[in-house]
Each structure stands twice: as C-alpha cells, then as structure tokens.
C-alpha cells in the first residue's frame, strides 16, 4: 500500500532564510513523487516532480527537492524564502506500475515571517 | 488554454438529496481523477478514468458514490441520498498521460464546496 508522511503540520520559517518541508514515503517499487502548493482560494498547482535520474529536482519558483530512496524522502526545499511562499503544501506519491493512484499527504502549511 | 473548471463551485444539499459535481479536464487529457479533500486534509484519491473508461474507482467510500465520463472528456460525480459526512471538497484533476503510467502531474480544478445540512 502506498502512504504519504508530512510530519509538521505547520513550518515558520524568517523571509531570506532557507527553508526545508519534510516528506517521506512508501510504496512498493519504485515510486513518483510530487509536490503541489495550494494558495488561499486557489487549486492545487503543480510545483516539480521526481521520475528518475538526478536525485536533486528542480521546480517552480525556486523550489526543489531531494528524493533519497535510503531514507525514502522527498523532503522540499527552497535557499532563501519569501513571504509569497506561505502557502498549503502537499507530497504525493504514484507508482511507477500498477496503476495511476496518487496518494497526498495531510499537507504542511508554510508561514514565511517579513 | 483554459484550465480545469469544475460547477458548481458551491453546493449546499439536505441530507439525503442527490447531487451531481461536473468537471470539464483540459482538452486532449486523457486522464481525470477525482478527489475528496475534507477540511484539514489533504486529498484523498476517489476514482481515475483512462478517456472513458472507469479504471479505477476503490477509492469511492460507498455505493452511493458514481462518477462517468462517458465521451472522454466531461464527468460527472453523482452522490445519491447525501450525508453530513459527504460534506468536503470534491477536486477535479486531468493529466495528458503517455504509456500507461502516472508519473504526469495533474491539473486541478478549484473544487466544489459540497455542504451536506
């Protein structure tokens, strides 16, 4: 069965400094992973996704995230953060066979202090 | 283009109502998923079509939960005799997918507000 962890609910983080959105994950082979941001009143947008290849991913808006299949995480990361950034963040991951189930996490919700 | 759009954005139905959640994917998509999201959560898959086949639906909660596509391109999300736990958002998500896989991200929709009195 596939399952999401987001271990924080909530993360502060001060404007310029970096910030780290934990994720991890299991499923069996080998998994997809993704990041989506939801902004207040707004839908679920994509922010980048982890297929194969270069375990460090790049996405939108300065975004990105390091898979690690040792410690099966997909934690989200961004150098310097702005106010903007605040926001409902949410992992998911698919498999790789077997069907096209995507399973979210809870979400964390990101406050980016001025 | 036009994103994902989803009517009504709003439904308040009585308890044990039936209530119909339409989705329009975006053009050429060949998958559309639907989703529950209750308050605080994140979303929880419900059901998956391939065009117009259902090929995944284990995540409907009950037999009073139906989704179609019949065309491949709108679908429909129908809940008969509504109950105060079906109260959620229902998001909408299309994908373009190649190969039989998932690795595509999903486009959502804004989701409709179903509120079950």
């Known amino acids: 069965a596939q399952s999401v962890a987001q271990p924080e609910d909530q993360v502060n983080v001060a404007e310029g400094n970096p910030l780290t959105v934990k994720c991890t994950y299991s499923v069996s082979g080998n998994p997809y992973l993704f990041w989506y941001v939801q902004y207040p009143n707004r839908g679920l947008q994509f922010l980048l996704k982890y297929i194969t290849g270069d375990n460090l991913v790049k996405g939108s808006y300065g975004f990105e995230a390091e898979f690690n299949k040792s410690q099966t995480s997909f934690h989200l990361k961004k150098p310097s953060a702005l106010v903007s950034d605040s926001a409902l963040y949410f992992c998911?991951?698919?498999?790789?066979?077997?069907?096209?189930?995507?399973?979210f996490g809870a979400g964390t919700r990101l406050f980016v202090k001025a | 283009g036009a994103g994902v759009s989803q009517s009504p954005r709003y439904k308040v139905a009585k308890r044990g109502q039936d209530v119909a959640l339409r989705c329009d994917p975006i053009s050429g998509h060949v998958s559309l998923f639907w989703y529950q999201q209750a308050l605080g959560q994140g979303p929880e898959f419900l059901t998956y079509f391939q065009n117009e086949a259902q090929l995944d639906k284990s995540g409907l909660p009950s037999d009073r939960f139906f989704a179609e596509r019949p065309e491949g391109s709108v679908s429909t999300l129908k809940i008969q005799r509504t109950q105060q736990e079906d109260s959620a958002v229902y998001l909408c998500?299309?994908?373009?997918?190649?190969?039989?896989?998932?690795?595509?991200?999903?486009?959502f929709g804004p989701g409709t507000r179903l509120t079950v009195l």
């Open positions: 998500a299309s994908s373009a997918t190649w190969g039989g896989s998932s690795y595509n991200e999903q486009f």
């Open positions: 998911a991951v698919s498999r790789s066979t077997g069907g096209f189930k995507t399973i």
